[in-house]
């Protein structure tokens, strides 16, 4: 069929922003699909569940040979193409995906996507031998993000994290969760918020903002570590608050940063002002931040890599999401989240990339599916359902995204791969054909 070029303008600036032209409000039909992974609760079990657990995440609802309508930016019906409805009307632009997989669109629904500067010169320096903690304690990591980008202007933030987005959604992400944290002063935080706002309302990639002011300690409140939390607590929640910067409160529970105690202050003041809250847990020890996170009802508990017993049932008890960061494991050569037995013990998984410019310098939800099928001994099946729908429970959005469903946004696919297992296995590759937004078909 002919090239198909859509101009629009739903979102302001997303013609200048964006290298893409596309259309939007028109109705779609993608036809002849070859394979259509709906993870559709109309076709898998239990009906009335937002997420997958256990067994239940290798059940992927694949219809062959198969249809997607979309109308008005909504899925309105899908299945097998001999039961597409013949009363449809003509105003549909239909779209030939023989020989294509598709899917519902990435959720990435951990990144640290705004910053200031790089550290590659950290890379090198791990590279010959040196700890996280070790490069911490000579002024990089986390400190080192915060100094470049408190002296960064609005303006660059936006720029460098526009171009991200952009490759995100060119690698099929349609949904990603962008955190605070490289700020750690009332201002510096508050112009990141800022920040994420602004792109949510320009780009059409959705965004969910979250606050992490309780990132670390910085260098000004290092002597005075009660000081910074009263300040998060006395000025920063309430103010972001009333002004509704951010959808999460998040706190990078850990030894070294914000014990149990001041996790939870925060996390429960965070609560009042309508901040729902997720915690960075038991990242680099075994430290009660999986426990602190069911105790509170988190929607999801991040990292987890030295989750105990008792953590994982606090988690399963309290449905809360686990989202597991596999490039950073990979990128800091450190030990992996026990994601069989998170599994085994029911717990909702999820993956996301955690992209940031010290422990993961990658965006590309494939490659954290590859290597979460190679160091985590997840299967394709559940590395899908990690990436889509039960992503979407971890922001608490899987009433809107991640599957194919009457309903829900209109975020689809299509992969130019003969089936859903070759994504994770032909690693390094983008097998991304086409995008579709909201409904919106995207050229680029």
Avoid: W
Avoid at 4 to 15: P, S
Avoid at 81 to 86: K, S
Avoid at 370 to 382: G, R, V
């Amino acid at each position: 069929m002919p090239a198909l070029v859509f101009l629009a303008t739903d979102k302001k600036n997303f013609a200048k922003s964006a290298p893409f032209s596309y259309l939007c409000n028109v109705n779609l039909k993608l036809t002849n699909i070859k394979q259509l992974v709906t993870l559709s609760s109309e076709l898998t079990s239990p009906k009335d569940r937002r997420f997958r657990v256990g067994d239940e995440m290798r059940n992927l609802g694949i219809v062959e040979n198969a249809v997607v309508v979309i109308e008005n930016g909504l899925i309105s019906h899908f299945g097998k193409m001999e039961d597409l409805p013949q009363n449809l009307s003509n105003n549909f632009i239909e779209y030939d995906c023989s020989d294509k997989v598709v899917m519902p669109g990435f959720v990435d629904s951990h990144t640290h996507l705004v910053f200031g500067g790089s550290r590659e010169d950290e890379f090198g320096m791990r590279s010959a031998g040196e700890t996280y903690q070790e490069i911490a304690e000579k002024g990089g990591g986390i400190l080192s993000s915060v100094r470049i980008t408190r002296e960064a202007s609005k303006k660059e933030l936006k720029k460098k994290a526009r171009r991200y987005l952009t490759s995100m959604l060119k690698q099929g992400t349609t949904t990603v969760e962008i955190k605070s944290g490289y700020g750690l002063d009332f201002d510096s935080e508050i112009k990141m918020l800022d920040v994420i706002r602004e792109l949510r309302q320009e780009e059409i990639i959705s965004i969910v903002s979250t606050f992490i002011g309780a990132h670390a300690f910085p260098t000004e409140f290092k002597n005075n570590p009660d000081g910074y939390v009263s300040l998060i607590c006395d000025q920063m929640i309430p103010y972001i608050g009333q002004r509704k910067l951010a959808d999460f409160c998040d706190v990078f529970c850990e030894k070294g940063y914000f014990d149990v105690e001041t996790s939870e202050k925060i996390l429960t003041l965070g609560k009042q002002h309508g901040l729902l809250p997720k915690i960075h847990a038991e990242e680099l020890t075994s430290f009660g931040g999986a426990e602190l996170a069911g105790r509170i009802g988190a929607v999801s508990a991040d990292h987890l890599e030295h989750i105990t017993d008792d953590g994982i049932n606090s988690l399963k008890q309290g449905n809360v999401a686990a989202v597991l960061l596999p490039g950073v494991s990979f990128f800091l050569n450190h030990q992996y989240a026990p994601a069989r037995k998170l599994i085994e013990n029911g717990v909702v998984v999820a993956i996301a990339t955690d992209f940031n410019p010290g422990s993961c310098m990658s965006y590309s939800m494939p490659l954290m599916m590859t290597i979460a099928c190679t160091h985590m001994k997840m299967s394709p099946e559940e590395v899908l359902t990690a990436s889509t729908i039960n992503a979407a429970a971890a922001l608490n959005l899987s009433n809107e995204i991640g599957s194919i469903d009457i309903g829900k946004r209109g975020d689809v696919v299509i992969l130019d791969i003969p089936n859903y297992k070759f994504l994770p296995y032909h690693f390094g590759e983008n097998h991304v054909y086409r995008v579709i937004k909201n409904g919106v078909f995207l050229e680029y």
